[in-house]
């Protein structure tokens, strides 16, 4: 079956002009020829999240797959369009705003969780003093750990109040929101180096358990890539996220620009 999904408009909003990533930052990202501090791509990828969970409920925070890919940024202030198209069970995503496609990807529903096994994903503390990035701050083959956060009570009802979130599935069921994981995600980059400005790229998150809310949230990654491509060097990670030590949330593959070309050569 075949069909168009009701579009999702959202009132992007900045969660992260005063982050260490100046990339949000309205005058640096200017100097990048940028029009304004970018929007996150882990709150981007929070609004695509909006219409697989509207299609299929609990069940899409249970063992849904996701992936996002940012192709232009997201202002604050902006209005993003979320659009969906149902295709034989697979949504294809788009974002749109300001005119300009800003982000793809595509959402589907498995069967079943497939199963993964937390012993595969080392679990270390994260460096014990960051120093600015270099190559092997995320050499290939090197595990990295995020140190551990949560957002229980006023700050996961801030966190929904930041996405714009108004499905009542999450304060109704005590359930935290997917985005939570990819916030995570991005703490494997900052928790082990000091940054510039950064942009995540894109990620792909296969859903394993629902998130409670208050899960104390860490992350289990393994360093797969680092390169260089028209002058940006980029890191790719494929991680686990874990609620509480113990329960496998998300089996996520994360891309990011950790040195723009302008930084590498200033």
């Avoid at 709150?43 to 609990?58: E, N, S, T």
């Avoid at 997201?74 to 969906?84: I, P, S, W």
């Avoid at 289990?220 to 996220?241: C, I, P, S, W």
Wanted: with cysteine; charged share 20%.
């Amino acid at each position: 079956m075949a069909g168009l999904l009701e579009p999702y408009r959202v009132s992007a909003y900045n969660t992260s002009k005063q982050s260490e990533n100046k990339i949000h930052d309205d005058t640096v990202a200017r100097r990048f020829g940028f029009s304004g501090g970018l929007v996150p791509g882990v709150d981007v990828m929070a609004y695509m999240i909006h219409l697989p969970v509207a299609r299929w409920g609990r069940a899409f925070l249970e063992r849904g797959l996701i992936e996002a890919r940012f192709v232009k940024p997201v202002y604050d202030g902006e209005t993003a369009e979320v659009t969906a198209s149902d295709n034989n069970g697979v949504l294809g995503i788009e974002v749109q705003s300001r005119g300009q496609l800003c982000a793809t990807g595509s959402a589907s529903l498995p069967a079943s969780a497939p199963p993964v096994a937390i012993s595969d994903y080392e679990k270390v503390a994260p460096v014990a003093e960051r120093k600015p990035v270099s190559a092997s701050s995320y050499e290939v083959g090197k595990w990295l750990g995020t140190a551990p956060r949560d957002w229980a009570g006023e700050a996961g009802l801030q966190y929904l109040a930041d996405i714009r979130e108004t499905d009542p599935i999450y304060a109704r069921d005590g359930l935290g929101h997917p985005g939570l994981l990819q916030r995570v995600m991005n703490k494997v980059l900052v928790d082990n180096a000091i940054l510039g400005p950064w942009i995540h790229v894109g990620s792909r998150m296969q859903l394993l358990s629902a998130a409670q809310t208050g899960d104390e949230l860490t992350a289990r990654a393994h360093v797969t890539g680092n390169y260089e491509k028209k002058g940006h060097r980029f890191v790719e990670l494929d991680a686990l996220v874990v609620a509480n030590g113990t329960t496998p949330l998300a089996h996520c593959r994360h891309i990011a620009i950790y040195q723009p070309r302008e930084v590498a050569a200033a």
